[in-house]
């Protein structure tokens, strides 16, 4: 009997409801760690309370009592001056994850900003400075135009997305790098289309293109005329 051939390996796939559920549980892990938190910093306020308490000079406080008090004082700088200067290089307060949308195909640009909290005019300014980063990062990573978007290098795909988020991070906030992900994305298939555009007969890019082109031969036409009519 011949040997049955060994089944060929089928590859996993992460199914929307799999994807909420641990996006899910990642925006519970982060609200647990923010009650801690929160939990912490009463604690650390009322043993400050206590320590104002103690500090404060009192009429009939010895001199010993007194030096006991200026050490406390002196130490109490000395650590609000370290919490001050670590303070400054963390985010002052953590918010919650923004979960990747169920449907990514249905997700446009105006929903990309509400999410982010970027709608409306007065945002728009920082919204098209974001889309030039990552216009900028997207040539610096060197994707190739010649292949499709799953065609791409996943590890120079995540290399943008890092960068992207470092310039910008509220969008760290999306779980996954799903929105840099989306913005790259939409920026690719644009220039994608352009490309195929421009060089397509009867297309909008391609009439824009030569009539450009046109343009500017008869510019050159022209300075080479005047020129041409000048004496010696």
């Not at 010895?62 to 002196?74: G, H, I, N």
């Not at 609000?80 to 953590?94: L, M, S, V």
Request: positive net charge; aromatic residues 4%; charged residues 40%.
């Amino acid at each position: 009997d011949k040997e049955n051939p060994p089944r060929a390996h089928r590859k996993r796939t992460l199914t929307s409801k799999l994807r909420h559920t641990r996006e899910a549980q990642r925006a519970a892990q982060l609200d647990l760690t923010a009650r801690k938190h929160r939990k912490a910093r009463r604690q650390v306020l009322r043993a400050r309370q206590a320590e104002d308490a103690l500090i404060v000079e009192r009429p009939n406080d010895s001199d010993e009592v007194r030096q006991l008090r200026a050490s406390l004082a002196r130490a109490r700088g000395e650590r609000d001056a370290a919490e001050a200067a670590t303070g400054a290089q963390e985010p002052t307060r953590t918010l919650p994850a923004i979960p990747r949308p169920e449907r990514m195909s249905d997700l446009t640009i105006g929903g990309l900003r509400r999410r982010l909290g970027m709608d409306g005019s007065s945002a728009d300014r920082k919204w098209n400075d974001l889309r030039v980063q990552v216009r900028r990062f997207m040539d610096a990573g060197l994707l190739q135009l010649d292949k499709n978007w799953k065609g791409q290098d996943s590890r120079q795909l995540l290399k943008i997305y890092d960068a992207i988020e470092d310039v910008f991070p509220p969008l760290k906030r999306c779980t996954n790098h799903w929105a840099a992900e989306f913005l790259v994305h939409d920026s690719f298939s644009a220039q994608k289309t352009y490309e195929s555009c421009k060089e397509k007969e009867g297309t909008y890019r391609f009439r824009t293109r030569r009539n450009r082109r046109e343009r500017a031969s008869s510019d050159d036409d022209d300075d080479s005329g005047s020129q041409g009519s000048r004496g010696p």
